[in-house]
């Protein structure tokens, strides 16, 4: 069965620069949402799409921005990178008729 | 505010053993519960989910959990613990599906 597809897998970027992160989700899922885990902790909401609108935001930092696309694809993008961000990205992806929730493999991104 | 908490960092059980991993949940309404299992960098693997109906969920690789209302509890548990159900375990709820809390995850270890 299909499942969340993310890329890179892996990232590395220096202070300041910029990385995007994209999620192509479940076909026929209505729902994406970006979550960031720092070494150690749980999952924290960033943002989540709800048929290419955005449906909600929690912690995300100003210097993130996130959309989705025709095609349901999301791209997270981070601008100015900190030490700070260096953490696993998920993102996922739901069906609100089929009330289903599944997660990507995440992104590791480390800032150096 | 909507809140998912498991009290426990680490559950450690023999292997054969009975497992309950625990999770309270504090939104009000009829919340969404799921339960994820995460191996070391890897993401968020779904296990099973309880929406409406049943309180007994039954899900993933036998496990299950029981969805108790008044106590606001959503544990985890297993009738014979094997060695490879040793990772970290996250409880998520949430009143909608515009977004998704995360407990702090409890480490669970199967010893042989």
């Known amino acids: 069965a299909a499942g969340v597809i993310q890329s890179p897998r892996h990232l590395i970027k220096e202070k300041r620069e910029t990385a995007t992160l994209k999620c192509y989700p479940i076909p026929r899922h209505d729902t994406v949402y970006w979550y960031q885990q720092g070494p150690g902790q749980d999952p924290q909401f960033l943002i989540s799409?709800?048929?290419?609108?955005?449906?909600d935001k929690g912690s995300i930092p100003d210097r993130f921005s996130a959309q989705q696309f025709s095609d349901y694809h999301s791209e997270l993008n981070m601008s100015s990178l900190e030490l700070g961000d260096s953490a696993l990205y998920f993102c996922a992806s739901s069906s609100r008729q089929d009330k289903e929730l599944f997660f990507g493999e995440g992104s590791r991104l480390t800032v150096l | 505010a909507q809140s998912v908490a498991q009290p426990e960092d680490q559950v450690n059980v023999a292997e054969g053993n009975p497992l309950t991993v625990k999770c309270t949940y504090s939104v009000s309404g009829n919340p969404y519960l799921f339960w994820y299992v995460q191996y070391p960098n890897r993401g968020l693997q779904f296990l099973l989910k309880?929406?409406?109906?049943?309180?007994l969920v039954k899900g993933s690789y036998g496990f299950e959990a029981e969805f108790n209302k008044s106590q606001t509890s959503f544990h985890l548990k297993k009738p014979s613990a094997l060695v490879s159900d040793s990772a970290l375990y996250f409880c998520?709820?949430?009143?909608?599906?515009?977004?998704?809390?995360f407990g702090s995850g409890t480490k669970l270890n199967v010893k042989p």
């Open positions: 309880y929406i409406t109906g049943d309180n």
């Open positions: 998520a709820e949430g009143y909608n599906f515009n977004k998704f809390y």
């Open positions: 799409f709800y048929e290419k609108m955005q449906s």
